[in-house]
């Protein structure tokens, strides 16, 4: 029983991390909902004010001027058609009731903002509001909303009234359609799904609405952009190549290193093959896998491979099947693709035949019952299948000298199957007299024909059909095979054992950090330990997601190294092919991406989220997660200054051109802005920016170093003079020209097209302009890269999308010379480096802003989709359809 109970306790650990990261996942997703629920209720309360202000003054202006209007839409309207009392009436109360600008709505919701009165002579403003249809008719809705609250754009006095100033008056201007189907035109637009885009058109600019789960961002167009409409919208010429790969994942996969006969290492990160000619220092890459890469074998030949990968889910959640490719190493060729639509959840263990010169593959997927199935690697067609085990299977191998024994291992087991006449039989090693182990962790057959396991107990047993140990073994137990010997090897667990071809073996502990060497009867000959720092770590694949390359006499260097826990920090050198990395590792890593190495890496106290180089390149500032944030030295890596913000994580830094300033982001909602002297090694409080209602995400600065703009985590743009003593700009609207020495904020005009449709305000982690500000590159929730051409203000603008990562992609950056983009995902602790392949010459981002032509031509209804039919401002829709319903019934009563 006590056993018994042992096995349940351990049963519940192993599956209790599983658990406890689905809870954590769910959490998140609870306090994103609370956060925008809290968002929409304000937004909510902020309608309701502005509305008690607005229906008495619009009832008394609209009171007073419904003869004169009335005459007006009785002249607008088709020959033989004219309005009931009571349409009209309908007609007069909608006049005005526009969805409030969102900074409007922003002021009001705070109690330190100014409120001014509504005057009678703001409705008649209302009135002047245009907006053309596609064939050029201006058609008088009221989309935009101008009020005299401090800080809001109101149109000029000067300016003439328009001769069609009522509020329907031009809707059927030179049109002989239905009046009713035109409003129905306009009851379609205001309805939005998660993401959508309404286009207001201001007397003195142009403004876009875009909607985020609901939720309105308004953004101004530049002075320049004499035609929005006519802006085109094309892919970047410059593309994407991938061309290093950083990190390895060892952390939590076996058999995952291998040797080629070219002296290539072939190894696995994220959805990437990577083969590392050690001795020429360059990197060739199999990319053709959709998701992360889980196990690896080498053919006998030494030229094929074959990987297979877990299944994953698309950006909708559905899951996508896995499976096994099998590639040429030399051409990056795919020969054969095993399996599709048969493994379920993914591919744990993958392993060629050698005494057929491999003909057959066995593979066995993460399903509950760990399928193990064989396959014809010339056919592709399956030859047998079987349920292995409910337990975790670590490993499969094929007998060396016998293709029909095929030995599996893992949790609390290890089974010897046979295959014959297509069909598997297994039999379970039994341990006797021997203590069982909780995990076999691996196993090799040795010159003998007897089979080597290492266990969780740091032993290494050897098994044969001997009948050594008979009499400990119970009824039928002859026929297994049996456990002839136990070698105590390392203090914990063995993981790998690796047969050479003398005879002798090697194992690799774990907790001891020794490699062992054994003679052909198990003594031990030498050993060596690994260091845990990266400096001093045969190729040895560590937990650490390092591999290591040396021998006993001269020690172990490591070749690849890489994170170990999730990244978000990112940071590349303003002059120098350098970069830097932080994450939940606790590492801060600085690496120089012309010679493919890590510089100096170093271990802070908590971990790392957000980094920044100061502009003269002396030192670098990484925001950690407990609201403290360091700066440290690149040449000497010494800690200069330490400061704290707040007691909640910081999420970005950022030095403004001339390195005079320095914002730091926080999780409190508040933007710390920093005076900085000493070249980057002395800082000073400054002020602190506050007005945002959600924790910041993303700011960038203004070429000038006087202003920021920045992000926050229920989608606000907000403006900040700095100089002026980190004021909030309530006026948005005289932003909208303003030139930014960085772009790295994911809510803005130039960069609006980089949301999908149906995007729900969190798909984007990250973007970042280019230097020569020609391209972004954009990080997404979906394992993807995107490059879009910059500016990209127009929705559904086309891009280059580039796959490799096996997790969130949580941040992107150029380098200082735009050559390379560099990515980092988040799970899959892989940093990859992509090459610029520059196209044409082309025209500066600048230029593209420019229109062709001057001419407004309104084509707005096509940045509609079928898609966004929900959401939207219920306001708007009420009054919509309230004056479409009185249409309706003046028709009636016409036809009666």
Avoid at 608 to 633: E, Q
Avoid at 671 to 686: A, L
Wanted: aromatic content about 8%; some cysteine.
């Amino acid at each position: 029983l006590r056993k018994f109970a042992g096995n349940v306790d351990i049963d519940r650990i192993y599956n209790g991390k599983d658990r406890v990261s689905v809870m954590e996942g769910r959490l998140q997703l609870q306090e994103n909902e609370i956060t925008l629920l809290k968002s929409s209720l304000a937004d909510a309360l902020r309608r309701l004010r502005l509305h008690d202000q607005l229906i008495p003054l619009l009832k008394q202006q609209l009171i007073a001027a419904n003869r004169i209007e009335s005459n007006k839409i009785e002249y607008a309207l088709p020959k033989g058609i004219s309005l009931t009392e009571g349409s009209q009436a309908k007609l007069h109360r909608t006049q005005g009731l526009e969805e409030e600008d969102e900074e409007v709505e922003k002021d009001l919701s705070r109690t330190s903002s100014v409120e001014e009165p509504i005057h009678p002579t703001t409705i008649k403003s209302l009135q002047r509001e245009d907006l053309q249809d596609p064939n050029g008719s201006t058609e008088s809705l009221s989309s935009a909303r101008q009020t005299p609250i401090s800080g809001s754009p109101v149109p000029p006095k000067d300016l003439p009234p328009s001769p069609r100033s009522g509020p329907l008056s031009t809707i059927l201007e030179g049109q002989n359609k239905p009046l009713c189907v035109i409003m129905y035109k306009y009851v379609s637009m205001v309805q939005s799904c998660h993401t959508c885009f309404f286009i207001c058109h201001w007397l003195t600019g142009q403004s876009i609405k875009m909607f985020i789960r609901g939720r309105p961002i308004t953004m101004y167009v530049p002075s320049n952009i004499q035609n929005y409409d006519d802006l085109r919208m094309e892919p970047p010429v410059e593309k994407l190549e991938l061309d290093w790969v950083y990190g390895y994942r060892g952390r939590d996969c076996r058999a995952n290193l291998y040797l080629l006969a070219s002296g290539e290492a072939v190894y696995f990160i994220a959805c990437v093959v990577v083969l590392y000619h050690i001795n020429n220092r360059t990197q060739r890459h199999y990319s053709k896998h959709t998701d992360c890469v889980r196990c690896l074998t080498i053919h006998p030949d030494k030229v094929r491979v074959a990987s297979g990968q877990t299944a994953g889910v698309d950006k909708d959640g559905k899951p996508l099947q896995p499976y096994v490719h099998i590639w040429d190493s030399s051409t990056l060729i795919t020969l054969q693709q095993i399996g599709l639509g048969t493994f379920e959840r993914g591919v744990g263990s993958v392993a060629f035949s050698f005494a057929d010169s491999g003909a057959f593959l066995c593979v066995i997927d993460d399903s509950n019952e760990h399928m193990l199935s064989v396959w014809d690697c010339a056919k592709g067609t399956k030859h047998a299948e079987v349920k292995s085990t409910n337990e975790a299977v670590f490993t499969v191998e094929f007998n060396p000298n016998d293709s029909t024994n095929i030995i599996t291992c893992g949790k609390s087991h290890v089974y010897f199957w046979t295959l014959s006449a297509g069909s598997l039989t297994k039999k379970q090693g039994i341990f006797g007299k021997y203590k069982k182990p909780k995990f076999i962790q691996c196993f090799v057959f040795s010159l003998t024909g007897d089979v080597l396991t290492g266990d969780s107990e740091g032993n290494i047993l050897t098994w044969g059909k001997s009948p050594g140990d008979v009499k400990t073994l119970g009824k039928g137990a002859k026929e297994t095979f049996q456990i002839m010997r136990q070698t105590r090897a390392h203090d914990g667990s063995v993981f790998t054992l690796c047969m050479l071809q003398g005879g002798a073996l090697l194992s690799g502990g774990g907790k001891d950090r020794k490699i062992i060497r054994w003679s052909a009867d198990l003594a031990p000959e030498r050993e060596c330990e690994v260091k845990d720092t990266y400096g001093e770590e045969l190729l040895v694949g560590t937990t650490r997601n390092a591999i290591l390359r040396g021998t006993f006499s001269d020690g172990f260097v490591a070749i690849v190294q890489g994170h170990v826990d999730e990244m978000w920090g990112l940071a590349t050198h303003p002059s120098q092919d350098v970069f830097l990395t932080c994450g939940h590792d606790r590492l801060v890593c600085v690496w120089n991406t012309e010679e493919h190495k890590l510089d100096w890496c170093t271990t802070l106290e908590e971990y790392g989220l957000c980094a920044d180089f100061c502009p003269n390149g002396a030192v670098v500032s990484v925001g950690l997660s407990t609201g403290r944030w360091l700066v440290l030295d690149l040449q000497t890596k010494d800690i200069v200054s330490d400061y704290t913000d707040g007691n909640e994580q910081l999420s970005v830094m950022r030095y403004s051109t001339d390195g005079s300033f320095l914002a730091v982001g926080s999780h409190d909602n508040f933007i710390y802005i920093y005076n900085v002297t000493e070249s980057g090694r002395r800082y000073s409080r400054y002020g602190k920016c506050n007005g945002h209602s959600s924790f910041i995400t993303h700011l960038d600065w203004s070429k000038d170093g006087k202003y920021i703009m920045s992000n926050s985590g229920d989608y606000e743009i907000l403006y900040w003079d700095i100089a002026g003593g980190c004021k909030l700009l309530r006026n948005r609207y005289e932003s909208k020209d303003r030139e930014w020495a960085s772009y790295t904020c994911v809510l803005g005009f130039h960069v609006m097209g980089v949301w999908l449709e149906g995007s729900d305000g969190t798909d984007i982690n990250a973007l970042c302009r280019s230097h020569n500000e020609r391209m972004v590159a954009v990080a997404d929730d979906f394992c993807k890269v995107h490059l879009f051409q910059y500016p990209c203000p127009k929705p559904k603008a086309p891009n280059h999308s580039y796959e490799g990562h096996g997790s969130h992609v949580t941040n992107v950056r150029f380098t200082h010379c735009d050559s390379h983009v560099l990515s980092m995902g988040g799970k899959d602790t892989c940093i990859l480096q992509w090459r610029v392949k520059r196209g044409g010459t082309g025209d500066s981002g600048g230029d593209r802003l420019h229109s062709s032509s001057s001419t407004s031509t309104n084509k707005g209804e096509r940045m509609f989709t079928e898609g966004e039919r929900e959401g939207g401002s219920n306001v708007e829709r009420e009054w919509l359809l309230d004056l479409w319903r009185s249409v309706c019934l003046a028709f009636k009563s016409k036809q009666v």
